[in-house]
């Protein structure tokens, strides 16, 4: 069977990859929720040592950097007063770092996000990283598209987590992994495999 043309192609969008330097990185949900309990995602470890070398090559580069945390209010996994809802200690922001919260998958709606980022002035290329990928990073690539921003997610800093089908069954956090990345890379934004596939 030949591989189908994505919407991007179809549509004549570009598939070129950001530099670090002409970018903004979006952190999005790299809390504690993740790491334990029952938010726990398979690959979390790994995907967050990707995320602590991408924000390093990022700062390097002098680019801007934004994080975002999900509140779900007190007693919940996404308690951002409680430690199990603090970003991970491995991605902490710097105190000249904006930080957003949001309480929707789509880190754009009903925050600050946009005001956030032309505030400091960036340009349209974003690129995203975080938790999970099948949902706010998946919805953020959403809501950034629409707005006109040019996402790119990088693969190996996203992490998700095996889900129960409507039919009874078992979907594997590995091919939910590469449903949602598919589906980002068919329309929404470009889709980088590793922190290294970003020139600086």
Request: with cysteine.
């Amino acid at each position: 069977m030949p591989v189908s043309s994505t919407l991007r192609e179809v549509i004549g969008l570009e598939n070129s990859l950001p530099r670090l330097a002409e970018a903004t990185l979006v952190m999005i949900d790299f809390q504690n929720t993740y790491r334990t309990g029952v938010m726990a995602l398979e690959g979390a470890e790994q995907a967050l040592d990707a995320g602590a070398r991408l924000l390093a090559a990022a700062r390097a580069a002098g680019a801007h950097v934004v994080h975002v945390v999900n509140d779900g209010g007190e007693g919940t996994p996404y308690d951002i007063r409680a430690d199990i809802g603090a970003i991970s200690p491995e991605v902490a922001p710097l105190a000249t770092e904006p930080v957003v919260v949001k309480r929707l998958p789509d880190a754009f709606r009903d925050t600050g996000l946009d005001a956030t980022l032309r505030d400091l002035g960036t340009g349209p290329d974003l690129v995203l990283a975080g938790f999970m990928t099948h949902m706010c990073v998946t919805f953020t690539a959403q809501g950034a598209f629409a707005l006109g921003y040019r996402p790119t997610v990088v693969a190996e800093a996203t992490a998700t987590r095996s889900l129960a089908t409507p039919d009874g069954g078992l979907l594997p956090a590995a091919v939910l992994q590469q449903a949602a990345l598919t589906t980002i890379g068919d329309l929404f934004g470009t889709v980088a495999a590793r922190v290294g596939d970003l020139a600086p």
